[in-house]
């Protein structure tokens, strides 16, 4: 094993079936060919090269004339990553319409437009697994829209919201995250790159731009405004907008994988009977899916990085930057792939333990109410002086282990003032969590305007 893409024991956790497929060797031949056929069917109807050599080349440019392996060892010899094909088509082609094969192009024209070609299609299945995410998102805000649960914040809990809202969060955010992901051919970054040696169609003269829109249009792909080929911006962008969207489904990772613990018990990740979690605690579920789902940020961050570095282009062209988007793209797509499929699977079938949510709520006597409480006092006896009288009163529940509102009723400001029961009306969750069931129903209205 070199790649645990490559691997057949561990690929499952890192990647998916569907976008393997789009980065195996074969389909890449398969699209290079395409783009050698599709170039000479073009030039032939142009009269570039004659009609006749420009449909041999077309008949003979398929995968299944092809043999992997020997493309693979002639690179190798020649150190050349697309001699090989070019050499394997000529021959195909026969001595005379051999000699129009990958006519005018240079090597970098049909790599460059061979790895847009798969990238848009690794990216129209990502999309496709973003609005399956969104789909469950919705789904699971609206059921869980008034569960309440305890907020927390520095790790800390801090007053009651409901998991509706924490679902409602992560919407709206994920909401952002596929605007993104279609803004991108909306943007034009699936765009081919088919101008020669150094982008002026030096070897076609004044047929190369027709040549680039015609093929690049038959390709499905944008046709670029100049060359490309120093220019490596959309590679990063898109680089960059899957980072930023796998950046929330760590996050989400983590906050599962917190709620989870055995101590706060508030969600447990799908679990399936036989399943083991451990080979020598045979009582343990750990969270496994939820921590393949954080885990795969962190390479993905450092693949963004990583493609960053490859707008530092040399000249007209170079390959030592070049060569970081044959890593990256098949290893951002994959891993990217992989949490959008699991993160979707794992909140549809979510096990949400409400009862343990309100029981954590109850675990701090009432200090979870000290905001309210602090308010509702303050419209008697001042805000700031009511902060400071919570505040010995929390302080002092927690450091001798008593009943908060216990201990604020002792209070001589709060006896003349308040009834006990009052106080301990202000002590229920599902009147502390302020416009959160509003705003809820406002991002499920914004998702409903997805057309998907």
Known sequence: MVDVLDSILMQNNFSTEEIRTVWTDKNKIAKQLQIEAVLSMVE??????????????????????????????????KRHSLIGLINSLQKLAGPKAGEYVHFGATTQDIVDTGIMLQTKEAYQILVKHSRNLILVLKKQTRKYRS???IGRTHGIQAIPTTFGFKLAVWLDEALRNHRRLTDL??????????????????????????IERQVLEKLGLDVPNISWQSSRDRFSEIAV???????????????????????????????????????????????????????????????????????LFDGERDAIHWRNEWIVLPEITSYLDAQL?????????????????????????????????????????????????????????????????????????????????????WTNPERDIGSALEKIDSILKISEKLNF
């Open 185 to 210: 051919e909306k943007n034009n970054i699936f765009t081919g790159n088919l101008n020669g040696a150094v982008g002026t169609y030096a070897a076609w003269g004044k047929e190369g731009p027709e």
């Open 44 to 77: 032939g109807n142009l009269g570039v090269i004659p009609a006749s050599f420009a449909r041999t080349i077309v008949e003979k440019a398929k995968i299944k004339n092809f043999d992997i392996a020997t493309l693979a060892k002639e690179g190798a010899n």
């Open 241 to 311: 907008v899957l980072g930023i969207y796998s950046g929330l489904l760590g996050k989400i990772g983590h906050e599962l994988f917190n709620l989870m613990k055995t101590e706060v018990d508030e969600i447990r990740e799908p679990f399936k009977k036989g399943e083991i979690g451990s080979s020598t605690m045979p009582q343990k579920r750990n969270p496994a899916l939820i921590e393949g789902l954080a885990s795969l940020t962190h390479p993905i961050f450092k693949d963004v990085e990583l493609m960053l570095e490859s707008l």
């Open 341 to 425: 499929k699991n993160a979707t699977y794992i909140l549809d079938n979510l096990y949400v333990n409400e009862k343990q949510m309100i029981h954590n709520i109850e675990l701090q006597k009432g200090l979870p109410f000290a905001e309210k409480i602090m308010f509702n006092l303050g419209k008697y006896i001042g805000k700031q002086t009511a902060h400071r009288l919570v505040y010995r009163c929390a302080m002092e529940a927690i450091e001798k282990e008593k009943n908060f509102v216990d201990i604020l009723f002792d209070k001589e400001e709060i006896k003349n003032n308040f009834s006990k029961k009052e106080i301990i009306s």
């Open 147 to 149: 569960t309440i649960m």
